[in-house]
């Protein structure tokens, strides 16, 4: 086999282990929808292209990190089954570690999204006032969203009859 070969092949063993983790783990899903709402958010604000640096880069750390915590809370489970205080620590850490990385996704998203979405909050309260269907739209628009991320594992498992992991 070539050395093409393989490089498609990891490209493709890349791609299941994402595909898997969206599928088995509802923190990532959520972290998906958060960063797939900051680039609906950066695109409809037309933030400028160091914005968009930012956010990108804290986006991918945030599920980068998720995968690395999914990946050893795996890895725990699968060479210590039962409890054991030291893979306790090390499924905490790595928790720990998305947890941080998303807190400073969340301070750089106040930063940058805060002063805009203040200026059109204003302006949508004063439509608010004046239009209530467009709270009962924006509101549904949400729970189709939120719905969407987390019935996709159990729509998915349906499917191919198998059981999602928690």
Known sequence: MTSSNNLWRSFGFAG????ATLLTQRNFRI?????????VLGFLMRISGMMWLILILTS???LALELVNSAIEAVVDLVSPDYHPLAKVAK???AGAVL???AGALGIGILVFGPRLSRLGTDFMLRWSQDAGLLVIVLLAAAVLWGLVLALPFWVAHRRRIKPLR
């Open 100 to 102: 941080v990385a998303a």
């Open 92 to 94: 905490d850490a790595a």
């Open 60 to 62: 991918a750390l945030v």
């Open 16 to 19: 299941q282990g994402l595909w």
């Open 31 to 39: 972290h998906v929808a958060a960063a797939t709402l900051v680039g």
